[in-house]
Nanobody
Framework: QVQLVESGGGSVQSGGSLRLSCEAS????????LGWFRQGPGNAREGVAL???????VYAESAKGRFTLSRDYVKNTIVLEMAGLRPEGPAKYYC??????????????????WGQGTQVTVSS
């Protein structure tokens, strides 16, 4: 089972930037899709950005042009740089890992390992 430890997050004003990191460990994690999901109160958990073992990120439409996801194979870490944050209400960002026979996707199904979540609040 892959273990995921998140760091980063916090509060920022509209238009600001935040950085989320997730360190992965466990057997075979290098072959996993890794990335971030976002969940607001009462809402479903939605994919924000995911990256596969080849290092090609996939972004939600809302994240394109504003967020950058990278993968550091030496530090076993993925980093999500978020810029131009919008006041969409408080949300938790969860690091996720899943192993697929297809390219990484933004759908929640199949991501079996999750971090505990880190809070992100953007004020207007």
């Amino acid at each position: 089972q892959v273990q995921l430890v998140e760091s980063g997050g916090g509060s920022v004003q509209s238009g600001g930037s935040l950085r989320l990191s997730c360190e992965a460990s466990g057997p075979g994690y290098l072959a996993y899709c890794l990335g971030w999901f976002r969940q607001g109160p009462g809402n479903a958990r939605e994919g924000v950005a995911l990256i596969g073992r080849q290092g090609e990120p996939v972004y939600a439409e809302s994240a394109k042009g504003r967020f950058t996801l990278s993968r550091d194979y030496v530090k076993n870490t993925i980093v999500l740089e978020m810029a131009g944050l919008r006041p969409e209400g408080p949300a938790k960002y969860y690091c996720a890992a899943g192993r697929f026979q297809r390219p990484c996707g933004l759908e929640r199904e199949g991501y079996a390992a999750w971090g505990q979540g880190t809070q992100v609040t953007v004020s207007s």
